[in-house]
């Protein structure tokens, strides 16, 4: 099975950088989702890693480490509307692409 | 283009009841999962369902059922309804085949079960 682990809290300002990090233990491995879900909304999608590195998009993006089980989503110039739960996922490749979430982060950004 | 849409938006229940829950999937998906999300958790799949067969099924008791259709949409069917059951149901589609596809998740149905 998998294991997801991220912080419960952050709080950052305005304009700031960010970094929400996200441990995992797996049995498979097809890759890392990150997405963001504001209050009483669905997930957006927001980044997907499967192999090692960084993947940027726009003022965010996301690292993988496939043998340190770690990922980070990075978040830069941040907005208000920013204020969201973040959540780390993991697809299992033996699971026919099951996907298994963390309890989210929940980010609060500060004038 | 239609993203995925799920009806109701918010149900209410009792418990022992039966709710059957919809989903349309994003064009040119044919893919759909399901999945629990509680206050404050991250969302927990149910099953996932391709080809009209169930794919893959998660940690639920068989009070939780599904089907597809030809078209490619999806129910959630939950039978003897608890007070636990109470959450936001998420349907995500994706195109199937092959795993490496990001799904994309509806609005979701909050169902409360009083």
């Known amino acids: 099975g998998q294991n997801i682990d991220q912080p419960t809290e952050m709080t950052a300002t305005e304009g700031a950088i960010v970094q929400i990090n996200c441990t995992y233990q797996?049995?498979?491995?097809?890759?890392l989702f990150w997405y963001q879900q504001h209050a009483g909304e669905a997930p957006t999608f927001l980044s997907y890693?499967?192999?090692?590195g960084l993947e940027e998009k726009g003022r965010f993006s996301s690292f993988l480490s496939r043998s340190k089980g770690y990922s980070y989503l990075l978040l830069k110039e941040l907005q208000m509307k920013d204020s969201a739960s973040y959540l780390c996922?993991?697809?299992?490749?033996?699971?026919?692409?099951?996907?298994?979430f963390g309890d989210g982060t929940t980010l609060t950004v500060k004038p | 283009d239609a993203g995925v849409t799920q009806s109701p938006t918010h149900l209410i229940k009792t418990r022992g009841q039966q709710v059957t829950l919809r989903c349309s999937p994003k064009?040119?998906?044919?893919?759909v999962s399901w999945y629990q999300q509680a206050l404050g958790q991250g969302p927990q799949f149910i099953f996932q369902?391709?080809?009209?067969?169930?794919?893959q099924r998660g940690n639920f008791p068989d009070r939780f059922s599904g089907h597809q259709f030809p078209n490619y949409s999806s129910e959630l069917n939950v039978n003897a309804l608890l007070l636990g059951d109470s959450a936001l149901y998420l349907c995500?589609?994706?195109?199937?085949?092959?795993?490496?596809?990001?799904?994309?998740f509806g609005p979701g149905t909050r169902l409360l079960v009083l």
């Open positions: 797996t049995s498979g491995f097809n890759g």
């Open positions: 995500a589609s994706s195109w199937g085949a092959l795993y490496q596809e990001t799904q994309y």
């Open positions: 996922a993991v697809r299992d490749q033996s699971n026919a692409g099951k996907s298994t």
């Open positions: 890693n499967v192999l090692d």
């Open positions: 369902y391709y080809e009209e067969e169930e794919r």
């Open positions: 064009s040119g998906h044919d893919t």
